[in-house]
């Protein structure tokens, strides 16, 4: 079986494809780190669509995503932005921890998703 990488860098890759599940990094807002939790999340679910793209998938075949937040108190503007862009009926396995380190990047969010390849 092989393995197929995309964007990959010195430290790692954004998608790891193998026997047919898509693997992503964690992503972050870049450009719009600092935004507010809300606009973050929003920008990074567009980079998940362009990674899930590139990789022949796409949301409505997520496993399981993982979101990272640096204050729980923001969970619902971070809700608002998920819920808007998952596939009603597809939604994923999903857990969301706390993780306050990433504030020392400027991000308030990061989420990283599994899916099958379509």
Do not use: C
């Not at 995309?6 to 790891?16: D, L, N, W, Y």
């Not at 998938?57 to 998952?86: G, H, P």
């Not at 504030?103 to 989420?111: P, S």
Request: charged content about 20%; glycine content about 8%; cysteine-free.
């Amino acid at each position: 079986m092989s393995i197929q990488r995309i964007e990959t860098g010195p430290r790692m890759s954004q998608a790891v494809i193998h026997n047919k599940t898509v693997y992503l990094a964690g992503q972050v807002a870049g450009d719009d780190a600092g935004a507010g939790v809300y606009e973050e999340t929003r920008s990074i679910l567009a980079n998940i669509d362009r990674l899930l793209a590139a990789a022949g998938s796409d949301k409505s075949r997520l496993l399981s995503a993982t979101i990272w937040l640096t204050d729980m108190d923001s969970f619902a503007d971070m809700n608002r932005a998920w819920e808007a862009w998952v596939v009603p009926g597809a939604t994923p396995a999903r857990a969301t921890v706390m993780s306050p380190r990433l504030a020392a990047a400027k991000y308030h969010v990061e989420i990283g998703v599994v899916a099958a390849q379509g």
